[in-house]
């Protein structure tokens, strides 16, 4: 909290002071009422700010018991609690509710929120958006039992997750399959088992009864050849397969 600049003096003006300095004193009370105020509201020193005088914040200073409630006057405060300010609420009835820990909302103290029967009632609410059987995608590595406090969740890695189909490939719950990378067989290269012809030679350039002979040097080839045949071949390596994807985190509840 910032020190006012002017300092609050309830000495001042006094008995003896001349009366022109009044108007020096009333101008120093409204600087501190209005620095005062200014720790937890929006008040500037012009008075004209659109937001003037709203709260930004609520400031609570510690205390060993805030105080007791009483018909018409609850209390919020800061209260002490094992050596600790956690935020307390005291009823008309002078109850105190403690709303915060040390570490966040004291969730079985408040009745209707976080209470020990609605945790029960919030994991059968769970239940019924996550059933058994629901899968989940998420970007964090904590199990869904955590998250949502429910359930046992069995995780689903190496493979993407396609809709089931009434026939064909895809038309049995739970299935797998699939690969990386795929070396493909002749068939499938489609370089299927081929024949080529091969001319026949004849050293000297003997005649031939092929109407396209041809010479080359000492040696003449013409169009009564033989043929060879070509054995098939699987491809030398293999290539990818994979679709263009993103990785995240994916569970199933399995119970």
């Known amino acids: ?21 009044g108007d020096n004193r009333i101008r120093e009370l409204k600087t501190q009422l209005r620095e005062v105020i200014a720790v937890d509201h929006d008040m500037d020193s012009t008075g004209q700010d659109a937001a003037w005088g709203q709260h930004k914040k609520v400031t609570f200073q510690e205390a060993a018991d805030i105080g007791s409630g009483a018909t018409g006057v ?27 820990n040390t ?27 996550y059933p058994i059987g629901s899968v989940v995608t998420l970007g964090v590595s904590t199990n869904p039992a955590t998250l949502f406090g429910i359930g046992t969740w069995t995780a689903i890695t190496g493979s993407v997750i396609v809709g089931k189909a009434a026939a064909g490939t895809f038309d049995t719950l739970n299935a797998t399959g699939g690969a990386e990378t ?6 499938q290269s489609g370089v299927p088992a081929h024949t080529h012809g091969t001319p026949a030679g004849q050293a000297g350039g003997g005649a031939y009864a092929g109407s396209q002979a041809w010479t080359s040097g000492a040696t ?3 169009a009564n050849g033989t043929s060879a045949a070509n054995a098939t071949a699987d491809a030398a390596s ?14 199933e509840r399995t119970a």
């Open 1 to 21: 909290m910032a020190v006012p600049t002017v300092s609050w003096s309830e000495t001042t003006p006094a008995g003896s002071d001349n009366i022109a300095l």
């Open 74 to 100: 609850p209390i919020l405060g800061a209260q002490t609690v094992s050596g600790t300010p956690v935020l307390m609420y005291t009823t008309e009835a002078d109850v105190d509710i403690q709303i915060t």
């Open 103 to 129: 570490t966040g909302i004291n969730a079985p103290a408040i009745t209707g929120v976080y209470a020990a029967a609605n945790v029960a009632a919030m994991a059968t609410m769970m239940s019924l958006i």
């Open 182 to 187: 795929v070396t493909l067989t002749s068939a």
């Open 220 to 222: 003449q080839y013409g």
């Open 238 to 251: 293999a290539h990818t397969n994979l679709q263009p994807y993103i990785v995240k985190y994916v569970w």
